[in-house]
């Protein structure tokens, strides 16, 4: 199976702040890369795909970039309802797999 | 605009089936991939497997074989089945939709709200 790593674990940032999480695959997985949000009690939400793709409705605060092993989520002006758990996942091959989330939070 | 459903007990005996639907509503079911997903503090977010409209299927090789995921769509639902469930199956199950199965427009653009199973 393809290892996903996020870095941080948890970040705290102020409203307004450029925040950036990274994901990295344990091996060449091309462009084929996903972002989620998760909030408390939610399913997770679909953010970014194809490694820099918006996905149809979702802020354009929210970019990806990256290709081959590492990637990166940018939320270029923190908002109070950004606060949520952020999954990056592969779907280069099966099984697809997910790293282990990043929470934001706000100072 | 799709709407996912799931379904079940959301308690059952270690050894017996752990049993989930998906409802579907709101829009087609051909030509799209449907998952099972389960989300738990221990093992994180975890793909199960899909069925494809057609009935074909896959499943990750960690649950292959306990897993079954079956499609109805005269009834607009697909299932779940896990057999000889144990604590390490509990969890939140998802179900999710994706345009295709693995690499480009593989992504899980639809999720139902999750359903909590708890095996003991």
């Known amino acids: 199976d393809i290892q996903m790593a996020q870095s941080p674990s948890s970040l705290s940032a102020f409203a307004g702040d450029r925040v950036t999480v990274t994901c990295r695959a344990s091996q060449n997985i091309n462009n084929y890369l996903n972002w989620y949000q998760q909030k408390p009690g939610k399913a997770p939400k679909l953010l970014i795909y194809?490694?820099?793709s918006l996905q149809r409705g979702v802020s354009s605060r929210f970019g990806g970039s990256g290709s081959g092993t590492e990637f990166t989520l940018t939320i270029s002006s923190l908002q109070p309802e950004d606060c949520a758990t952020y999954y990056c996942?592969?779907?280069?091959?099966?099984?697809?797999?997910f790293g282990q989330g990043t929470k934001v939070e706000i100072k | 605009q799709l709407q996912l459903q799931e379904s079940g007990p959301g308690l059952v005996k270690p050894s017996e089936t752990l049993s989930l639907t998906c409802n579907i509503s709101?829009?087609?079911?051909?030509?799209?991939?449907w998952h099972w997903l389960r989300q738990s503090p221990g093992r994180g977010l975890e793909w199960i497997g899909f069925?494809?409209?057609?009935?074909?299927?896959d499943y990750n090789p960690s649950l292959r074989r306990r897993v079954t995921i079956s499609m109805d769509p005269s009834e607009s639902r697909f299932s779940l089945k896990l057999r000889d469930a144990t604590a390490a199956d509990t969890a939140i199950y998802y179900c999710?939709?994706?345009?295709?199965?693995?690499?480009?427009?593989?992504?899980?653009?639809?999720w139902g709200q999750g359903a909590p199973v708890t095996v003991s």
């Open positions: 996942q592969q779907s280069y091959s099966a099984p697809q797999t």
């Open positions: 999710a939709r994706s345009p295709r199965a693995i690499q480009a427009a593989a992504q899980f653009d639809f």
């Open positions: 194809g490694a820099t």
């Open positions: 069925v494809y409209y057609n009935g074909n299927v």
């Open positions: 709101g829009g087609a079911i051909s030509t799209f991939y």
